[in-house]
DNA sequence: AAGTGGTCTAGACCACTAG
DNA sequence: TAGTGGTCTAGACCACTTT
């Protein structure tokens, strides 16, 4: 191999174009290993660390991922998932029923953080039910949903088994709760250790994340959650309408998740 | 310096979480620079390749970038910005008139590729014109919009001076198409050399991507367009609002930009 | 010219996986 | 046990920025 290294890019580039090249989506089946670094090393006469450098690119790009004392594989295109806000996780899994489920984390009160208590307009001291809980579709994490509530407004919360059930639809018709509206902010963010275990990726790896701060017909502030997915399989799905002389859209979440 | 090093916690994630510690948001003020990779490998006793995992990694996360010949720097905190779709960049414009803007980069008739053609409903070898604008906040490139449409629908399109102006209220009020609705995805995407250069990052940087495919009134494909924000500055934001029984969510895009 | 980050080499040891 | 990826060291040269 070897070839022409002409002009000015970086070597490790130059390296991961021709693997993606050769071994990228439809060249080489999803799940299908590649050659180890140390063939890579070989067969284009290079140091392992520009090698590393190419695929960790590639992991980072979503198109590949590696596994310690395995190899590194290819992996399949990304999932297209509605955006969750009011509407839950629960309302995707009555769709997709037979492969998405939920798993609770942990369900408990806990003393409110000072952030946390910014957001809900609680104050220090106070005690908030802490809700994680991972989704996933077909065995596999897909979301992480971290959610905390006041304790003061469903203090049966903890001891509800919500290994089943939409948290909205509990919040609605046990609590007495009216959820009017949510601001919501998406944004990329990176896997702490915690995170990472529990969607079964390395630490750093990217995610989109979507914060919502939920509050009541009142204003008051019933649920700032987190929903972590992973950011090299996932595509957020929403479907907007304009509206006659309105200055925004409306936008329908939830809609079809048919492929592109 | 050197600390226990005990346990099993890689010694560049370590360096990473000292690096936030003593010089993440709040220590150190937006622009400040750190110390050079060389005071920083001599103040751990490590080498400089762990230094640069760790530094990679922060820069990875946002928290800071680096330049060549000049050092890393730490980063302002994310901007906000309310989801694009239907409402054009433009509109935001409008509301923060003083310091956005828009540079059209290309506006020409080009020849589809097929998977353009596909989500146009076009066959091969028919027009589209295309338009790559870059958003400017502050005078620093924000916002990369690439569109393209169908140039039987909008033959004018390449000879107007689209530096002002939006693309919407062109299209409904001299090309007489009636906009309707359309299908969008969000996902997680990694900037090319090209879309660096425009928006002022480096290869390989992680990118907010907005896909969109607008429609027609009479379900005609009009515009797809992909709307790329640096992932380590932006925050997208919308409101979603509950509405009686429908199972789904009513979503005003374009709220508030108001901080968090 | 001096200092900075960007790239690359060579070699080592470790942790994990699989036969 | 052999092979894999994960981590780390030491040293080198280059491209770029600043003085």
Same mark, same amino acid.
């Given at each position: 191999? !070897?070839?022409?290294?002409?002009?000015?890019?970086?070597?490790?580039?130059?390296?991961?174009?021709?693997?993606?090249?050769?071994?990228? !989506?439809?060249?080489? +089946? %999803?799940?299908?290993?590649?050659?180890?670094?140390?063939?890579?090393?070989?067969?284009?006469?290079?140091?392992?660390?520009?090698?590393?450098?190419?695929? +960790?690119?590639?992991?980072?790009?979503?198109?590949?991922?590696?596994?310690?004392?395995?190899?590194?594989?290819?992996?399949?295109?990304?999932?297209?998932?509605?955006?969750?806000?009011?509407?839950?996780?629960?309302?995707?899994?009555?769709?997709?029923?037979?492969? +998405?489920?939920?798993?609770?984390?942990?369900?408990?009160?806990?003393?409110?953080?000072? !952030?946390?208590?910014?957001?809900?307009?609680?104050?220090?001291?106070?005690?908030?039910?802490?809700?994680?809980?991972?989704?996933?579709?077909?065995?596999? %994490? +897909?979301?992480?949903?971290?959610?905390?509530?006041?304790?003061?407004?469903?203090?049966?919360?903890?001891?509800?088994?919500?290994?089943?059930?939409?948290?909205?639809?509990?919040?609605?018709?046990?609590?007495?709760?009216?959820? !009017?509206?949510?601001?919501?902010?998406?944004?990329?963010?990176?896997?702490?250790?915690?995170?990472?275990?529990?969607?079964?990726?390395?630490?750093?790896?990217?995610?989109?994340?979507?914060?919502?701060?939920?509050?009541?017909?009142?204003?008051?502030?019933?649920?700032?959650?987190?929903?972590?997915?992973?950011?090299?399989?996932?595509?957020?799905?929403?479907?907007?309408?304009?509206?006659?002389?309105? %200055?925004?859209?409306?936008?329908?979440?939830?809609?079809?998740?048919?492929?592109?």
């Amino acid at each position: 191999m !070897a070839a022409q290294r002409g002009s000015k890019v970086a070597l490790h580039r130059w390296i991961k174009e021709q693997l993606e090249r050769k071994f990228g !989506a439809g060249s080489l +089946a %999803p799940g299908q290993r590649l050659p180890s670094e140390s063939e890579i090393m070989n067969s284009f006469g290079v140091s392992r660390h520009v090698v590393r450098l190419a695929l +960790a690119e590639l992991a980072k790009e979503g198109v590949i991922h590696t596994e310690r004392g395995r190899g590194s594989f290819v992996n399949p295109p990304k999932e297209i998932h509605p955006i969750t806000s009011l509407t839950s996780y629960h309302t995707l899994m009555e769709e997709r029923s037979l492969d +998405a489920s939920i798993r609770v984390l942990r369900n408990r009160p806990v003393t409110v953080t000072k !952030a946390l208590a910014t957001r809900l307009g609680l104050v220090d001291g106070e005690q908030v039910v802490e809700l994680i809980r991972v989704g996933r579709i077909s065995g596999k %994490p +897909a979301v992480l949903m971290v959610s905390h509530l006041p304790y003061s407004l469903c203090k049966g919360l903890p001891a509800r088994d919500m290994n089943t059930g939409s948290l909205y639809e509990y919040l609605e018709d046990e609590c007495g709760l009216s959820l !009017a509206y949510a601001e919501n902010y998406i944004e990329v963010a990176f896997a702490t250790r915690e995170q990472a275990r529990y969607l079964g990726v390395s630490p750093g790896s990217t995610l989109l994340l979507i914060e919502g701060l939920v509050y009541d017909q009142s204003g008051q502030p019933v649920e700032f959650s987190r929903v972590f997915y992973r950011g090299d399989r996932f595509k957020l799905f929403f479907e907007s309408t304009k509206e006659d002389g309105v %200055p925004g859209t409306k936008v329908r979440i939830g809609g079809r998740t048919s492929p592109l």
